[in-house]
């Protein structure tokens, strides 16, 4: 089993910061890849960032220049760095991770979401 804790969400006016943590834990071997994906009321869960072991990331273009992924492999975990938000920013961020256990079987785990919302 893997967890995924989340951390980080609000509320933040137009134009501020947060920054999202997600912690994973379990009987890890390798996790591959761990992301962010958001959700907003009446929308379809999109991809908002992602980070491979080797440190590659993708960026949703709506994000790009504003956003930055990072992680620490020590600590299986990621975070998101947000900055100039905006109020379609605002909906439940999950975090993603994809990996191999001990037992060497593939898992993909998620969070259980994180509210943000950009609002003056």
């Known amino acids: 089993q893997v967890q995924l804790v989340e951390s980080g969400g609000g509320l933040v006016q137009p134009g501020g910061s947060l920054r999202l943590s997600c912690a994973a834990s379990?009987?890890?071997?390798?996790?591959?890849?761990m992301g962010w994906y958001r959700q907003a009321p009446g929308t379809q869960r999109e991809l908002v960032a992602a980070?491979?072991?080797?440190?590659?990331?993708t960026l949703a273009d709506s994000v790009k220049g504003r956003f930055t992924i990072s992680r620490d492999n020590t600590k299986n975990t990621v975070y998101l760095q947000m900055n100039n938000l905006n109020s379609e920013d605002t909906a439940v961020y999950y975090c993603?991770?994809?990996?191999?256990?001990?037992?060497?079987?593939?898992?993909?785990?998620w969070g259980q979401g994180t509210q943000v919302t950009v609002s003056s």
């Open positions: 993603n991770a994809l990996g191999t256990t001990i037992t060497h079987t593939r898992f993909e785990a």
């Open positions: 379990g009987s890890i071997f390798i996790i591959t890849r």
């Open positions: 980070v491979t072991s080797a440190g590659t990331t």
